[in-house]
């Protein structure tokens, strides 16, 4: 399970290039005391796709306008604690979630010091009205407060940075198709998807793990979706980091290994717009290729092999050149389940890509139950 601790703040300092945010407070004896217990907390600027932010005052409590933030209870993951803490105040699911700072809280009372430490983020829901409460007013604003509490202010600074740079590439429809739960999507998963999708996972698995042919320290599994292929290489070679990173932010907090996986940090950022300034042992990128634009691909591929110094690569084979099965398979999910994927390239496009990067290269081809897969192998 993720929990803050110094060991995952220092994970997040190796992966992102975040900003220290310190700030220091003299309190009573009485509230050092309370300040005393271990406390891990993470703040979240919660923004819509208008770029408003949403701010809170507590008139219960003088310390001004605030931005929704919590503590991570010893039995929650900090994705679970992000999304407690943005339903409880907007009410709805994230969209995008993105690290932005390293907060730390400095509490004196005389001599005395405490330090609390936390991660400061940024998430973008659909949100556009809240309503407020009894002594609690909640509202989406573009002006920022003139009286805001703690550190805030600054981390709100960094957050807008964020949303000025980012939020026209956040890509919509794919998110929005990944969050699709109607009743063929439901059958799907309840049924087909746990025969056949469990076989071809498994086959794809096991030829991604034959691939591997040393010990990684450092592995990203760049488009992970529901897949486990990033535990089981967590379970085999043991790295000290892990990264399963998806476009959906719903995928990500469907993952069931949240509250039982360790070292493994769970991030969604665009497969285009990697913030990453860790470079990897070994980056994975399955199922996804077909879902970049074909004069995208390769550009695509080449910023991932700057970040790494194995790069794995596996895709579905174009279903018009394949198997009848990859034909049958391709007109499901394009027709039934509205997969957004249609660039698909045959075996010959797929290894003039990857010959297209730096270093040694290898290449196959495997058959599932859905029908033919590549895999290419970049070792610089």
Known sequence: MLKIDLDDLSRYS???????????EKVSEEFFEYCKTDRRFVVVTVCNRKGEVLFIRDFNRNVGWELPGGFVNE??????????????EVGTEIDVVEPITIIENCFMNGVDKYTHKGLGFVA???????????????CFSKSIPKNMAYQDREILKNSRNFIKEKSDTIPINEIESSKETSFRRKLH??????????????????????????SPNTVLDAACGKDKTLFKIKEIFEPEICVANDVSWEKISRLKELKKEENVVFTNHDIKNFPFKQKFDLILFKNSLHHIE???????????????????????KNPKKSSLKSKVWN????????????????????????????????????????????????NK
Do not use: H, P
């Open 14 to 24: 190796k992966l992102y290039d975040l900003k220290k945010i310190r700030y220091d």
């Open 75 to 88: 039995d929650f993951s900090v994705i679970e604690t992000i999304n407690r803490i943005v339903r409880r």
């Open 124 to 138: 973008i829901t659909e949100s556009e009205k809240i309503e407020d409460e009894e002594g609690l007013r909640r």
């Open 189 to 214: 998963s309840k049924f087909l998807n746990k025969y056949f999708g469990y076989k071809a996972s498994e086959k794809q698995r096991k030829e991604i793990i034959k691939k591997i042919d040393f």
């Open 294 to 316: 074909k004069e995208k691909q390769e550009k695509v591929l080449k910023k991932l092999s700057e970040k790494c110094k194995v790069l794995l690569v596996v895709d579905v």
């Open 331 to 378: 007109w499901y999910y394009r027709n039934i389940l509205d997969d957004q994927g249609e660039d698909f390239l045959d075996f010959s496009e797929f290894k003039e890509v990857l010959k297209s990067l730096k270093g040694s290269k290898e290449f196959d081809c495997f058959e599932t139950v859905k029908g033919q897969y590549m895999i290419g192998k970049v």
